[in-house]
C-alpha cells in the first residue's frame, strides 16, 4: 500500500479541522497507508465495519459532526470515518464531465453510492448529465442531472470526454493480443515522498510511476489514449484500486491527458525493458 507522508497528513487534519463543513457529497481520499476503519457510528470506541484500504477514493454524503467524523459509503456499507485521516481533493473532485446514460431503460439516481440506496429518481436512456467529480473506487460517481443530484453506477454512463464507456464492462475488455482497457487516474499529492510498496518513494516528478494491483511489480506497460498519446510506465506501487486500474504520478499523467481531467479511458500493454 501506498503510505503517506506524516506532513501531509498532518495538512490534511488542518484542513479536516478548518474546513470540514464543506465536503457535504464529496469524495476524500484515504491517507493513512495501512488504511481506514469505517465505523458502525462516530467514535473510535465504536465497532469497525470495515477496513478501508489506503489511497482509496471514498463517497462522503454528508456534513462532519462536531467531532470530525464524517459519513461516508464504502462498497455498500455505510458508516462513519474519522476527517483527520482524508485528504480531499479540490482540483479533481470539482473536475466536470458531460455524460449520457446507456441503459435504453433508464437509470436509477440513488440519494447514496450502493444499490440499497433509495432511490432519487430515474434518468431517461440517453439523456445527458454532468459527472462532478472522479468516480469512487468501487465504481460510483456523483451527478447533476437538471436540478436533481446523486449517485449512480459508472458502469451505465458513457462519458463525452473519450467517448467510451467507463465502467467494468470496459475495463475488462481487451483488445487485440495483450492489451486490455484501464480506468486511468492520478496519485493524490498527499503520497509526495511516501514509501511504494514494491520499494522506492514516490515522486510526483517521476513520470516513470504506475500502481495497479493488476500486474505484478516490476511490469513495464506501455499506456495509449484514443488520441495517440503514449507513455511506457513501470509497476512499482499497489494501492486501493480495482481491477484493470492505474495510478500514475502526476506528470505521467499529464502525458496522456491535464490534470484536472481526473480520470481517462486508456489501454496498456505489457512491454519489454
Not at 7 to 35: M, R, T
Not at 36 to 60: E, F, S
Request: charge should be neutral.
Amino acid at each position: 500500500m501506498r503510505p503517506a507522508l506524516l506532513a501531509a497528513l498532518a495538512v490534511a487534519v488542518l484542513i479536516a479541522v478548518a474546513g470540514h463543513s464543506a465536503h457535504a457529497n464529496a469524495l476524500a481520499v484515504v491517507v493513512p497507508h495501512d488504511g481506514l476503519n469505517l465505523r458502525a457510528a462516530p467514535g473510535t470506541d465504536k465497532p469497525a465495519l470495515v477496513l478501508i484500504p489506503g489511497g482509496t477514493r471514498l463517497a462522503i454524503t454528508g456534513q462532519a459532526n462536531a467531532d470530525n467524523w464524517y459519513p461516508a459509503v464504502y462498497r455498500g456499507k455505510r458508516g462513519w470515518v474519522l476527517g483527520s485521516f482524508l485528504a480531499f481533493d479540490e482540483l479533481t473532485a470539482a473536475a466536470a464531465r458531460k455524460a449520457t446514460v446507456l441503459p435504453p431503460d433508464g437509470l436509477n439516481l440513488r440519494t447514496a453510492p450502493h444499490d440499497g440506496a433509495d432511490v432519487a429518481g430515474v434518468l431517461a436512456g440517453g439523456s445527458a448529465l454532468t459527472a462532478t467529480g472522479q468516480a469512487t473506487s468501487d465504481g460510483w460517481v456523483l451527478v447533476q442531472a437538471g436540478e436533481q443530484q446523486g449517485w449512480v453506477s459508472a458502469d451505465y454512463l458513457s462519458f463525452e470526454s473519450s467517448g467510451e464507456r467507463l465502467g467494468t464492462a470496459s475495463r475488462t475488455e481487451v483488445n487485440g493480443a495483450g492489451s486490455t482497457r484501464i480506468l486511468v487516474r492520478y496519485y493524490h499529492p498527499s503520497f509526495e515522498g511516501g514509501r511504494m510498496a514494491c520499494g522506492g518513494v514516490y515522486r510526483a516528478a517521476d513520470a516513470t510511476i504506475a500502481a495497479t494491483n493488476t500486474w505484478p511489480c516490476g511490469t513495464n506497460l506501455r499506456v495509449c489514449t484514443s488520441t495517440g498519446a503514449c507513455i511506457v510506465v513501470t509497476v512499482r506501487d499497489t494501492g486501493g484500486m480495482g481491477p484493470n486500474e492505474i495510478d500514475l504520478s502526476a506528470s505521467a499523467f499529464q502525458k496522456l491527458a491535464t490534470l484536472p481531467t481526473g480520470v481517462i479511458s486508456a489501454s496498456a500493454e505489457v512491454v519489454t525493458p
